[in-house]
């Protein structure tokens, strides 16, 4: 057997019971698990700290000194033996909660040792519980540089497990290992992108001979990292695009046409003739579209979507939209009906509100093909429903549906349909390459013209007055506000009240006006009231929680008031103000906090009172909030907390890798090169390991 395959129960002091803690609580089974804990950090052996430099922050230190008496405190399980260590200049407490004999018998007083360990504050001194000890004639400071120190988890912590244990079971492995390890990119691979070879890398993430060093083995290593999952990826696609052949859509014809010259109500922005002119390209070579449309709030999505459909409907085929909820589902029936005009194209909505007889006519006329375009809800769009001629899909709002519901889609026609994703959460472009990485992606970066930005202020609670100040004159001018506050959880009692409390303020402060309340709790019917009643103007005032986050449009609304604001994430935040700034006149957003806030937070709101812009907005997220924590990317299946590389600070390494897993694919798509089989072979391997990656779209 291969050492790196040895069980860890082979180490000297691993029984069955540690070597469950150890897989339990870190994945490591084997003692090639066991090399592939790298350390978090390395501390420097090569000084001394003296008593009066220690904070509490320091990770690892040592001291030279001498233990002055020991002496026994605590009963029971708090029984301890603290040695009174002096370095010449102040005293440190070493404790041991164990062995407590041991420890007499080994370590002498006045004598002259070196101490390593964390320094901790108790009673007003510094501590250092069970610290390593050597006896200092044997010590010499040049033979020990860069130290490995290793993240134990609490859990492993509390049984015993230490980065010290940690350090000496990687040592001994190490000790055993006769051969290099195995290499896993070609040699070529290395040669031109001067990269450390897989067994020096490993060895130095360890015991690094300088940081320079450690450096170059991370880089090596997280590389590696993240090319594999593009070279999954980009052959995963591929691999579809072979399956998949998609409709061909050779014609733009009369609908698009007549509605292009006659019914398009403003030009069409750069960006968004460039997305189309994207589109139609994609679908006129023969394989199957699936194509991520990023674009802010506003910035014109919907209006591209429909010109798409309406290529696909040229074509003979239908289409269909799902939206995230149900009123933008009715949002879009609406936006498309007046798009349209008396154009002659049938538009069909579907949701669960939609019955009986209606539902039947509806259901009908897809499988007759009579019902062009359908406009729906995913849940209702998944359960049977059968279409002629599905050519296009759109799916709005991308990171509500789940990789299988995009899926499920597919089996409903023989060929697969185009599939557009729309979203207005801006992906960083790492995290794009990475998350939706086999999907081609346009962007629209351009607002329509004429837009004013929004401007953002941040509001302590105090100044309410300010506020109903505000508001009074941007209502005065004609203009509707929305004020949001949070619920967390729909069951949340406590926000709730919060909303309704805030609404029995707002009615107090403004008597003349109308107000309307939404939240999640409500009847649909209730909701779907209530909020068109501000659509429609009737009410000034629009009270919610986030049901109203995403595709809402009332470009009438000037003023969008975030009520503890703190309690959002920057997504959300810019999800919610991207419902004003809709119209040509100026708009407000305003985040109104408590006092007190974390760094974090402050952070946050900064960000939102600085830029507008959606891409800055979301690679500020994945730099405070890491990348796995992001709309949009739990369901992906990717592990995004890799080992080694960090999709928020390497993005122009997951570029690099991304287009040598391209080359790879391009001078060797069946894999048969021979320099590549250890490549594969790896690849296989890790996969066995790791992802499923045919669960992803
Ligand atoms: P998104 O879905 O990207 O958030 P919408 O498609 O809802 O944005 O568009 C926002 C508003 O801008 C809508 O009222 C839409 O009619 C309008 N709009 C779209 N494209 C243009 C354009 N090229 N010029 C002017 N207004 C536009
Ligand atoms: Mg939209």
């Known amino acids: 057997m291969n050492v790196l395959d040895y069980p860890v129960t082979y180490l000297s002091n691993v029984g069955p019971a540690r070597a469950k803690q150890l897989a339990d609580g870190m994945g490591v089974r084997t003692y090639g698990d066991l090399i592939q804990q790298f350390p978090s950090k390395h501390i420097d052996r090569s000084r001394f700290y003296y008593s009066y430099e220690l904070t ?137 992108l001067r990269l450390m070879s897989r067994d020096e890398a490993i060895r130095a993430m360890h015991y690094p001979q300088s940081a320079e060093h450690l450096s170059r083995a991370t880089y090596r290593l997280k590389f590696e990292e993240l090319f594999f999952i593009q070279l999954n990826i980009l052959r995963y696609a591929r ?7 998609g409709y061909v859509f050779p014609v733009v ?4 046409n007549d509605f292009y010259y006659h019914h398009l109500p403003f030009p ?32 014109g999505k919907t209006l591209v979507a429909l010109m798409s459909m309406l290529i696909a409907l040229d074509n003979g085929f239908q289409t269909c939209i ?40 509806i259901l009908q006329g897809l499988q007759t093909g009579e019902v062009q375009i359908l406009v729906g809800t995913h849940a209702v769009i998944e359960d049977n429903v059968t279409f002629r001629r599905l050519g296009f899909v759109v799916i709005d709002e991308q990171h509500r549906f789940g990789v299988a519901q995009r899926a499920k889609l597919w089996n409903k026609g023989q060929t697969v349909p185009h599939v557009l994703v729309m979203t207005a959460t801006p992906i960083p472009r790492t995290l794009a390459m990475t998350v939706y990485g086999d999907l081609d992606v346009s962007v629209i970066d351009e607002l329509p013209p004429g837009r004013k930005p929004i401007q953002t202020i941040h509001h302590f609670e105090n100044r309410r007055q300010e506020l109903y100040k505000g508001l009074r004159q941007q209502i005065s001018l004609g203009r509707q506000a929305y004020i949001v506050y949070p619920l967390i959880k729909e069951s949340e009692k406590m926000d709730l009240q919060n909303l309704e409390e805030g609404y029995r303020e707002f009615c107090k402060a403004f008597p ?30 629009l009270m919610a929680t986030t049901v109203i986050e995403v595709g809402v449009n009332v470009p009438n609304a000037s003023v969008m008031a975030i009520m503890n604001a703190e309690r959002f994430g920057l997504a959300q935040l810019h999800q919610l103000r991207g419902r004003v700034g809709r119209g040509a006149d100026q708009s407000y957003c305003i985040l109104v906090t408590s006092f007190k806030l974390s760094g974090d937070t402050q952070r946050r709101i900064q960000i939102m009172c600085d830029t507008n812009d959606g891409f800055e907005i979301a690679e500020a997220d994945m730099r405070l909030r890491g990348p796995g924590d992001l709309e949009g990317t739990q369901q992906s299946g990717i592990p995004f907390d890799l080992h080694i590389a960090n999709l928020a600070r390497d993005g122009q390494v997951v570029q690099l890798a991304r287009d040598v897993a391209r080359r790879i694919l391009d001078s060797d798509p069946d894999g048969q090169r021979p320099e590549h089989q250890t490549m594969w072979a790896a690849l296989s391997d890790l996969n066995k390991r790791t992802v499923d990656w045919s669960s992803i779209s």
């Open 56 to 192: 509490t922050e320091m990770p690892y230190v040592q001291m030279r000194g001498q233990i002055l008496s020991f002496e026994e405190e605590g009963f029971g399980r708090k029984r301890r033996i603290v040695g009174h260590f002096s370095d010449g200049h102040g005293i440190v407490d070493l404790v041991w909660f164990n062995g407590l004999q041991y420890v007499e018998k080994t370590y002498k007083l006045l004598t002259d040792y070196v101490v390593f360990g964390k320094p901790t504050l108790f009673r007003d001194r510094f501590n250092i519980t069970h610290p390593e000890i050597e006896s200092a004639d044997k010590f010499s400071i040049s033979s020990v540089g860069l130290r490995p120190y290793y993240s134990v988890p609490e859990k492993l912590q509390k049984r015993g497990i230490n980065s010290r244990m940690m350090e000496q079971w990687v040592r001994t492995v190490f000790r055993l290992i006769h051969e290099p390890l195995a290499e896993t990119l070609p040699e070529y691979m290395l040669r031109e």
């Open 239 to 245: 691999e579809r695009n072979r399956r998949f052949a």
């Open 253 to 256: 014809g009369d609908l698009f």
């Open 268 to 299: 069409l922005t750069e960006a968004q003739k460039r997305v189309i002119r994207e589109i139609r390209q994609d679908t006129q070579m023969g394989r199957q579209m699936n194509r991520l449309l990023q674009g802010d709030v506003g910035s």
């Open 322 to 361: 799902m939206a995230p909820t149900e009123i933008l589902a009715e949002q879009h029936l609406d936006t498309f009906r007046q798009f349209l005009g008396d154009m002659p194209v049938r538009v069909e909505l579907l949701t669960s509100t939609v019955k009986g007889k209606r539902r039947q006519a």
């Open 512 to 541: 003349d006006l109308n107000i309307s309340m939404v939240h999640g709790k409500m009847k649909p019917a209730d909701k779907d009231r209530e909020m068109d009643r501000f659509v429609r103007g009737e009410t000034q005032i």
